[in-house]
Nanobody
Framework: VQLQACGGGVVQAGGSLRLSCAAS????????LGWFRQAPGKDREFVTAVTWRSGSRRYADYAKGRFTISRDNTGSMGYLEMSSLKPEDTGVYYC???????????????????????WGQGTLVTVSS
């Protein structure tokens, strides 16, 4: 599986961006698609995830109500729509595919970046104040 994220850019606070993640290979055999981000000088953190088959979505608290994850049913494209962006949303955004045993395993561990084995190169989002 290879992933490529794009769509980042510079946006003013309050603005919106839509990130895309193109997956080649057999992404759909993995369980979920996740988005993570890393701000300068900080650790990578979970943003959101969705299962390929059922579309079960999970969000970090700071993303709820502002970010929306989606995917197509073929396992080839994922999206992250972000609105009401804040300067603290600045960072490199990565998409990744995660392997989980079942819905219970996913619900328990979706935020764990070690469960995501394939990563895209990241796309930079800069939110100016």
């Amino acid at each position: 599986v290879q992933l490529q994220a794009c769509g980042g850019g510079v946006v003013q606070a309050g603005g919106s961006l839509r990130l895309s993640c193109a997956a080649s290979g057999r992404a759909a055999v993995t369980y979920a698609l996740g988005w993570f981000r890393q701000a300068p000088g900080k650790d990578r953190e979970f943003v959101t995830a969705v299962t390929w088959r059922s579309g079960s979505r999970r969000y970090a608290d700071y993303a709820k109500g502002r970010f929306t994850i989606s995917r197509d049913n073929t396992g080839s494209m994922g999206y992250l729509e972000m609105s009401s962006l804040k300067p603290e949303d600045t960072g490199v955004y990565y998409c990744a595919t995660g392997s989980f045993d079942n819905d219970f395993d996913y619900a328990r561990d979706y935020m764990n970046n070690r469960r995501y084995s394939h990563w895209g190169q990241g796309t930079l989002v800069t939110v100016s104040s």
